[in-house]
């Protein structure tokens, strides 16, 4: 049953990567990968649960009405402070990401602009990043051959964890020579751009 369940979690995670080159925007894409994972379905099951089980919704009426009878105004306050402190902070630097990301993407274009014209581009979309790994020898190995570009789609939303560069990065970073790590967001907009570059193909690995 175990390997079964990594088996399926294997294809999903293909699937999410396929999608990932295919879809036409991030936030579809943002959408397709919550309903695949297994956050959602269990969601599901819950609510699913709650619909046939009429005897749960009743226990939980019950339960309310008697928290709202012992008193939750002291909890509910606390509970609403906490979200005015956090959702604040959680806007200023998404936004703050965002900006910064959208001043740095120009100068940043420019540079991978000269690193796939007449070479053959190669798109990794690797399940996980290994400094160390067999996967992570072969980005570097075609970044090194002749004419060979190298761009390595990062599986992680935030960390800063690569195959040689070093440092956190907003759109994209040099792991090596011809070689370049790129968030999913960013990809999003590179690939519109790479299609009107002439390069001599383009090479896509799962």
């Known amino acids: 049953m175990e390997h079964g369940d990594t088996h399926q979690a294997r294809l999903r995670s293909a699937e999410r990567r396929e999608y990932l080159l295919h879809t036409q925007s991030y936030p579809r894409y943002l959408w397709r990968s919550f309903r695949q994972s297994r956050l959602y379905r ?8 709650f619909r046939r089980y009429r005897l749960i919704s009743r226990i939980i009426t019950v ?14 306050v606390i509970l609403v402070l906490i979200c005015l402190l956090l959702l604040p902070i959680a806007a200023l630097l998404l936004g703050g990401t965002m ?3 959208f001043f740095r993407r120009d ?12 070479r053959t581009v190669y798109l990794f979309f690797p399940e996980e990043l290994r400094e160390r790994s067999f996967s992570a020898n072969t980005m570097h190995l075609l970044a090194q051959a002749e004419n060979g570009t190298v761009f390595v789609i990062s599986p992680y939303t935030w960390s800063a964890r690569g195959i040689g560069g070093h440092g956190f990065y907003i759109n994209a970073r040099q792991e090596g ?7 999913r967001h960013y ?7 790479l299609s009107q570059q002439s390069t001599q193909r383009i090479v896509v690995i799962f």
């Open 99 to 101: 900006l910064l990301g």
């Open 63 to 76: 339960v309310a009405a008697a928290l709202t009878v012992m008193g939750t105004g002291a909890v509910t």
């Open 107 to 118: 100068h940043q274009n420019r540079i991978l602009c000269k690193e796939v014209r007449e």
């Open 187 to 193: 990809f999003f907009f590179f690939r519109r751009l």
């Open 177 to 183: 020579r011809h070689l370049f790590l790129l968030r």
């Open 42 to 49: 269990r969601i599901q099951m819950i609510w699913t649960g």
